[in-house]
């Protein structure tokens, strides 16, 4: 039975219309600081699922989701609808209850889509001919199969397992990026092995080992080959190398990567702020809850270094978080971050169906009502100052005690190691600033083609210039560090910036050593804030909520300002930054104190001779670095 979506149609197929979001009521005995319970999460669930069926096919075998087709067409978008969601029914079945019937839902779905509903995805070779993207789905759907513990597939006949074993095996056996889509026909292949199909000429350990050549250590991979860190690591990596080990690896390698899972939980934990807002740094952003896949699993592995309550409270607080901003309630879960899409947030490759993803971040309905994540009291968040470097990755976290988490980003770019002169820049705005946070978004659209926020940008013929790669970094302690030769349009200037960041109590001082030929224009831009009224002043920006960006010119610097980013934020209609300017003639150094927070303080204070910077912070701390010593360069650029 063959269902095809019509390319460019968005009108919902006809069906009953699901009830509105009713949640139950607080719990604030259990959770005495998100009030939410596993009954809030059931839900949401509910109400995600019974909602999209006035978008399925006939057959339910594909979704027609209102919003922009994806690069890979809207077939290809009508499958990957289907799989993300049997994703979340099947985390919502697998505790044994299923009040909406959603493993005979979704088993009739299967049925038809093995049947011919369901594209095929062509091998990933450049120049790429077809699309790669149902091998994604396809994965999906066996971590979908594994995590519903049979009640999908055992509902399944003979020939339909029979023609679901081929479609999977088709995916499992075809090459793919070398990226973490290297274990989508991992994943697919350890379902296969769970049923007793035949997984001869499987890919499954090839790219479980690229991934694994990935490792830098304590839970880490980078994504790819390139300086790529992001959230992959926590809803891609991990559960998919966990599915691997634990249908075809050997005890030795499941006990390692456990090993690993719970060191990088006990870092990663550290980027969510206190009631729960995820750090807002990467691609794919419209998967939100995803970002919780890493916790819920540690739990489930038994090696969480968090307990139990505090896993309940990071992920409810971020549910609820989205929750109250309007996601998945009216309308299904936008391309962005609130309700509505922002679609400068996405990707070619983001569909209608892609947000469903957040699927990953519900894996917690998975274990039982009576385990303690469920049913221990959420303890009272940290909120203590705190800096926590993480080296692999070139990240630096820190936090003032008043619930925002930053990141001082120095290793990861996603950009090409290779510049590409004439041709576009390959940098992004969710990986190429120097900072990040749980509160606030980079600008986007034409905001980051100003290159303004978050930024350090050399001036000249009325253009900014862009980060482009990193090339090196070091973490030591409350100092972070880089350098990178300023880029536009592909092509790098003639000039070298190496840059410190040292930290302490929500300030961030950052250094900048700028060498060039000839004279430029330098400008460096703070956090942007955004919200439904956004003011701004000399050097500071103010949300409605209080939240401040704020950089003072420490030295070098020679005027200060704000610019208007309204448009261009994921976190609302208005948005501002704060940017200081000056010049720099063959070379210089620029220091300023960059502070993001609801009670900014007196900025700190900065000795400068040569290349040596001395920074005082109000705290009394100091820390004095030589930014010519940081890094093994010429004296010129």
């Known amino acids: 039975m063959h269902s095809p979506l019509s390319p460019g149609r ?3 197929a006809p069906g009953p219309a699901a009830p509105g979001l009713r949640l139950p009521a607080r719990d ?85 889509g093995v049947a011919g509903a369901w594209p095929r995805a062509d091998p990933c070779r450049t120049p790429m001919v077809g699309s790669g993207q149902p091998t994604v789905e396809a994965a999906n759907l066996a971590l979908a199969l594994r995590a519903g513990r049979g009640r999908i597939w055992d509902l399944l006949d003979a020939a339909t397992r029979e023609r679901l074993v081929d479609w999977l095996g088709h995916h499992a056996r075809l090459p793919v990026w070398p990226n973490n889509w290297q274990l989508f026909p991992a994943a697919c292949e350890a379902f296969l092995s769970s049923v007793g199909a035949d997984v001869t000429g499987c890919r499954g350990a090839e790219g479980v080992a690229v991934i694994e ?8 991979y980078r994504d790819g080959p390139g300086r790529n860190f992001d959230h992959y690591l926590g809803w891609a990596i991990h559960p998919f190398l966990g599915a691997w080990y634990a249908e075809r690896g050997t005890p030795d390698e499941l006990r390692a990567w456990r090993e690993r899972l719970r060191s990088f939980v006990a870092d990663y934990a550290r980027t969510f702020a206190p009631d729960g807002r995820m750090l807002h740094q990467g691609r794919s952003l419209t998967y939100r809850t995803a970002s919780l896949a890493a916790l819920w699993l540690a739990e489930s ?3 969480s270094p968090l307990a139990p309550g505090e896993t309940r409270r990071i992920a409810s607080g971020l549910l609820r978080y989205f929750v109250t901003r309007g996601v998945g309630v009216d309308r299904p879960v936008s391309l962005g971050w609130g309700a509505a899409d922002h679609l400068p947030l996405t990707q070619p490759y983001s569909g209608p169906g892609s ?72 940098d992004d705005p969710h990986y190429a600033k120097f900072g990040y946070s749980t509160h606030t978004a980079p600008g986007t659209g034409a905001a980051f083609d100003d290159a303004v926020d978050g930024h350090l940008a050399l001036l000249r013929d009325g253009r900014a210039s862009r980060r482009g790669p990193i090339l090196g970094h070091l973490v030591d302690g409350d100092l972070a560090a880089s350098w990178h030769v300023p880029t536009r349009d592909g092509t790098p200037w003639d000039a070298r910036v190496v840059t410190a960041s040292v930290v ?31 003011t701004a002043g000399d050097g500071a920006v103010r949300a409605a909520d209080g939240l401040v960006s704020a950089v003072a010119p420490l030295h070098g610097w020679t005027r200060a300002g704000t ?35 609801f009670a900014p303080t007196a900025p700190a204070t900065a000795t400068v001779t040569g290349t040596v910077v001395t920074v005082a912070f109000p705290s009394g701390r100091t820390r004095t670095v030589d930014l010519a010593a940081l890094f093994d360069l010429p004296a010129t650029a």
């Not at 919003?67 to 499958?79: E, I, M, N, P």
């Not at 957040?358 to 100052?385: I, K, N, Q, R």
């Not at 060039?516 to 224009?521: E, I, K, L, M, V």
């Open 504 to 534: 302490d109590a929500g300030h961030e001082v950052r250094c900048h050593w700028v060498t060039a030929r000839g004279t430029f224009g330098v400008r460096e831009g703070g956090h942007a804030v955004a919200g439904d009224d956004v």
């Open 355 to 426: 947000p469903y993803f957040a699927a990953m971040g519900f894996a917690g309905l998975g274990l039982p009502e009576d385990h303690p994540v469920w049913t221990a009291v959420e303890p009272a968040p940290d909120e203590a100052s705190f800096t926590h470097p993480l080296p692999a990755a070139g990240w630096l976290l820190h936090g003032a005690g008043d619930g925002v988490v930053r990141l001082v980003n120095h290793g990861s770019d996603h950009a090409s190691d290779a510049w590409n002169p004439g041709g576009g820049d390959p």
């Open 10 to 12: 968005h009108s919902p």
């Open 301 to 303: 592995e038994g090696v």
């Open 563 to 597: 610019v208007r980013q309204d448009g261009d934020s994921a976190l609302g209609p208005e948005a501002a930054a704060p940017y200081l300017t000056g010049e720099v003639v063959g070379g210089g150094v620029f220091v300023a104190d960059h502070q993001l927070g």
């Open 28 to 112: 604030l005995r259990l959770s005495p600081h998100t009030g939410w319970g596993r009954g809030h999460w059931e839900a949401v669930a509910d109400h995600w699922l019974l909602h999209l069926r006035r978008y399925a096919s006939p057959d339910r075998a594909l979704f027609d989701i209102p919003g922009r087709t994806s690069g890979s067409g809207a077939r290809s978008d009508g499958l990957e609808g289907f799989a993300r969601s049997m994703l979340l029914a099947a985390h919502r079945i697998a505790g044994g209850d299923d009040p909406h019937d959603l493993a005979g839902w979704y088993a009739e779905g299967v049925t038809a």
């Open 213 to 220: 050549g990935y490792h830098l250590g304590d839970g880490w």
